[in-house]
Structures are given as C-alpha cells and as structure tokens.
C-alpha cells in the first residue's frame, strides 16, 4: 500500500514535538538541546521527509525556478544549450520549465504569463537562428532575462551569442596556416546573420594574409547537402583552381565532400574542407571526417545560465549586455592538418 | 522604471474591495453585485494581474506540473518525446520540469526527490533505449508514474513503448510486397531489446510468407554509417544474391546506400532498402531517400503523457499497464514501391 507524501505533522508526531519545533530546528533556528535537534533530524531522515518547496517559495518569494522559452522545436540548436543550462542550474539547486516551441507570439505570451504565474525567478529565450527577434513582454514588470542564441530588438537586454565572425576567421585562418591559397565558401541564405558574419570573419582572415574572397568563388544557397553537392558543380565551371573550401555548415560541406569524390578530386590532398556546426552525426560520419567550427553551445547555454543566476542574486550591474561566445576550431582529417597538432 | 509583480493588494486597492473578495470574485465565489464583480475583473486584467500559481498549488494541493526524468543526454530520442508530452500538457495548462540527464542512480534519485519537494503531480521516466531499467525510487510515497520509451523491471508501472516488433513486421511486409524475394538484415547490437524486437517481426513477415531469414544475411554490429560500409563487403562474400536489405537504424542504411552505389549496385533496382527511425536528417540526405520505419515518438510522447493526465486526475484504472505505440512506414524512394501509393 503506498502512502501519501510525509508532511511536517509526520515528522513531528514522531519526534515527539510541535511543527515549530520541527519548522525551526530543520530551517537551522530558535534554541534548542542537542538532544532535541537530533531527535527531528533522525525523525525526519527516517520517514524521508521532503520539505514544501511550495510553501518555501512562497515564504521566501523565490521558486529555484528557471523558464526556457524557445522558438526552435526542441531542434539542433536548442538541446545543447538545454544542456548546458542545466550544467549551471544544477548545482544552484534550480530546476527549468520548459515550454512548448512556438513562433507565435499570442502563444509565447500566453507561455510567458503561465511561467510568471509559477513565479519563475526568471526566463532564459532561446530561438533556432541568431537574428534579432522582438523582446518579450512582461507585462512591465521586473524579471532577470537572459537571450541564448538569440537576440532582442530595440532592446537593452542581457544575450549571449556564438561568435560567428570569430568562427569565420578561425575557418580562413587554419586553411592559410596550412599553406592553402585559393580558397571558396559555399554557405546558407544571406538573410541569416550567421552567414553574413561568417563570412565577414573568413574575409577578415584573407585580408590579413594579404588575399581576398573571388566573388566566382563564394556560393550561396539552402542549408542543405544537397545544395553542397550542386554548389561543386557550380565552382568547378570556373575550373579546378581551388584548393579550398569553408563551408557554412556540416551539411553542406557533407554534400561537397560526396561531390569532390564522384568527381575525383581527394580530399584533403587536391582539396581542403572545413565545415561549421561540429554536428557530430554529420561531421564524424563524412569520408573523411570533416574538421569544423564548433559554436560550443553547450558552454554558450551554461554562460547563459550563469549570467541569469547572478541577475537573480542582485548582481545585474556586473552582467555585460552582450556576450559574444567564442567557437573552437575541431580538426578532423578533411584539411590534412591533423599531424601538426 | 520597472514594476514589481502585480499582487492581489494591488488589485483590491485598486477597485476599492478587500483582498478576500478580490479572490472570492476572481475564483467565481461568493455572492456580489454584478458592479463589483465586474469592478474586481476590470482592476484585475488592467493591471494585468497574474493569480500567484504557488499560493492556488498550495490551497488545492496540485502544482499544475509534471517532471520529465530522462537517461538520455537530450538526444535524439528525447527531442520527440518532449514535443509530444508538451502537445499533451500544454492544452491542461501543465509544465514540464526537465532534469540534467544522468545514468547516476544518485543524481537520479537527487532529482527525484528535488521534483517531490516542488509537489510534481506526476513523472514521465524516458532513456535513450527500450530496455529494461531500475524503477524510479519514489520513497515509498505514492505519485503517478509513467515510463515512456522506457520499462521498469518488477514492477507494474505504466510504460508506453514504441512495437519494435510491428516495425520490422512492417519493414518485411513492404518489401514482400513489392516482389523482392531475398530478403538480408543488417542491424545494431544484440545486447539492444530494440535489436531482437525487429529481427522477431522481421522474421515473422518472412515466416508469413512462407520464407524464412538466411544466417549469411543476418548481420548486428555497431548503431553507425560506417558499419552499414563494412556490412555491404560481408553481405557481398556470399554473393549478390540479395535484392533487399532491411536495416535496423537510418544511419546504418546510409552507410548500406553508399557502400551500394560505390560496388556498382543501383537503390532500389537492384537492392531495396529499408531504414528504421526516420530520421530525417539521416533518411531524406541519402541518395536515394531512405523508405523507413518512423516509431512515430512523438505521439509516443503524446500518449504517455495523456495517459499520465488520466492517473493524476484519479482515472488510473483506466490506463493499460503497457502499451505498444505503433510504428509507420514512410515511403521515400529506395524501395522504388512509390509509385504504388
């Protein structure tokens, strides 16, 4: 027969003592024996009482509650970053709500207003894409927000972003390192931020070594292997002359990885590929394994976290307003230039 | 300047009422005037009041949220799920609490009672393989439990679990169907319950049809692309006699489609395949599109969650003990049977 949760009565009627008493004694207060805080802290282990967290909330005015609003469908970008936010939020003892994904801001609204109501100590928002999005309404009052992978128009809210410029730079950089001179970049749609900004850094990276991105040899199209493998037909119009290419993400340096093969070239010999994502399951799975940008969004999610913490202690003032999360550069065998590390 | 939260202080100064009537009116209690009803209504939704959901968990002894204890690390099997519980909830008005994933006991039951202490009206218990696990330990208390894409050993816990064994009944019927008459099975470890449900249905189509599966075209190793390479090679010792694979996972069959095109052998012309997840990522990228069994998780998700809502509303005699979720064939093109639908 299973019973019902133990209360504080329980506790106390073992003990032999008031509610008080037990209220007291377990919440480190008042005076009393050595004998008698032994005595309620035997009791309460042995009938393996759990205090309300209900009723502590509400006396302290704070849940140890965390909500997660998303736009991405619990999808590629999102799970990380879940997971590294609860690597910050575990050890502070806070659990996260989670929301139903959703792009419709009635919806969020009402999603917002239910996690206000449970007296979240505050909201991390997330989205699938690092485009500014409009902020989220809290009614006008007061509560910590951080933005993850995401960030807020108009706004002058706490956001932690990849530092995608950063990571395109990292891309040109070890291509050149590697003694690599003519170099392409096949990527996504440019009305993503991320592609524009990627590219930006891998420009960067050419300039500083003195070259520049040959506009025949910058590519732009769907996220897609697909696209990655029409994208080799594409530059090899113009002839075989690359010996490189930084593609936008793992898919799509996927399909160009195929195509380079069908068609002879041998990667990384005639031709070195770096893709974006270090989406293992892509990644690791390309012949040859793809050396790519990994937009860590795993420590993003937790540097996220983190900064929502020291908000909610009071610390907002130390908290800068924009984060950019740096990428790490992930060799595999896809540039050759793995027997240098 | 930002505001505090609204309280019901707030809202009774506001429309000139006592905070009992505030709550009396908001709760449809207590006999008003219809002008005080509609004053207290009107306060409330101008200073966009939110009823404090710990103070209303208290009182009716229901928190309006359920925990999501889960052993696989956010992965791919718990994306789904999640979207399915939270379809289910999200229409009850319910939160989902999610926890770090842990394949520590301790941090399990750590969680565990952390969930108790915020008075959870119920768990759903998910992990990242159908096989059998320790039961939750709930302290001896009594508390709605349901095991999704998860069983429990010894115990008599609701577990909904997607039929395995359907799915490979459904993978040998198609391929039946379609003609194909020798029939191979490449699939993951045996040690995987998932692994032999499959090959059971699978054999049963065969049986069926009065076949039977050659021990030459039953292959298990490792969940991965690169084994579905290497099985090609063994299948091919024996001759190409075989005019179908049925593979146990999505990127198996990847590697299967590859190792294929690469010795010369045309998806489906020559070999049909099969794949099992529908994992789109994996299933729509191979060349040809992957026809596959989809084990449908998000329903899973959905109905385990549904069936959670039942036991918290007192309805548990109502819920089957274990249930099988159905799979689904999605026909893509290698099995060439398209044109059929």
Sequence with gaps: MLKA???IHDVAKAAGVSIGTVSKVLNNQGRFTE????RVRQSAESLRFQPNALAQSLHQKRSYTVGLVSRDSFGRFSLPLLEGIENALDPARMAVFVCKPTDDPVHERRHIESLMA????GL???????DKRPPVDLAGTSMPVVYAYAQPEGSEAVCVL???RGGGQLAGQHLLCLGRTALAHVTGPEHFTAVRERRQGFEEALREAGRSLDPDWYLSGPWSEAWGHEAVG???EHGPRFDAIFCG??????GVADALRERGLRVPEDVALVGYDNWDIIAAATRPPLTTIDPCLETLGQQAASCLLAMIAGAEATVPRVIRHPC?????????????L
């Design 5 to 7: 949760a133990v209360t």
């Design 35 to 38: 004998e008698t805080r032994i």
């Design 118 to 121: 449970k007296r979240v100590d």
């Design 124 to 130: 991390i928002v997330t989205s699938r894409r690092t």
């Design 162 to 164: 990849p530092d995608d």
């Design 234 to 236: 594409r530059l090899l």
């Design 249 to 254: 993400s793992d898919q799509i340096a996927r």
């Design 328 to 340: 790490r550069l992930v060799v595999r065998q896809s540039c050759g230039g793995e027997a240098l």
